[in-house]
């Protein structure tokens, strides 16, 4: 009986715990650039410093279209980003090097879209040698999360903006199941998504046609 009252508090704790995430109002931990205020709502950071650091990494990735080349070009230029360290109940920001995977949660994360995200990972249960194992962080799909609130603060990019970044983010995957379209192996053109303007550094897009004099004719372009 025991056992089973435990099971029956936890149930309980984790529906009233959905409840108050389905309303937006379930705290955890933001990622740099956002901060909690006094009646639970989402804000930007008041540090006018951590916000152009954020500003600059959507900027970087809208020209370059590459999150390892924001990464690259974050670590070139000696810029410093803001990181959360937490003890306790106490937040504090901290000035490091860039790291890429640092980047690419800022890139992924659709807190900075504005939306109140909770969910977006889950646990899985496997055998293995005939015992059930949970294992936990697993990433769902998008259409899986547990709640999705768009437009619940300010954000640092639309959602459409959002969207597009996340697809270009699954384009540029390298050995992931989850990508489509690879760079450079394979997809709808050769060299896609590896040619780039050597001024401005944007991607070009590569076409092939047929041609008068030759099978193939390669035209490159923005």
Known sequence: MSEYELSLLRQRGLAARDAKAKRGELRFTLP??????????I??????????????????????????QVFLWLRAADVHLPVVLRNGALRKIAWRKPAYHSVMQVLHNPVYAGAYAFGRTGNRMAVVEGEAR??????????EWGVLIKSNHEGYIDWQAYEENRVLLGENAHMQKRTARKSGRGGQALLSGMARCARCGRMMRVFTRPGPTCPIVTNVGR
Request: aromatic letters at 8%.
């Open 134 to 143: 949970k294992t936990s962080g697993h990433h769902r799909a998008i259409e």
């Open 43 to 68: 804000e930007m950071d008041p540090d006018e410093r951590v916000r152009q650091a954020i500003h600059l990494i959507f900027a970087k990735f809208r020209e370059l279209g590459s999150g390892r």
């Open 32 to 41: 740099p650039g956002f901060c909690w205020s006094e009646d639970d709502r």
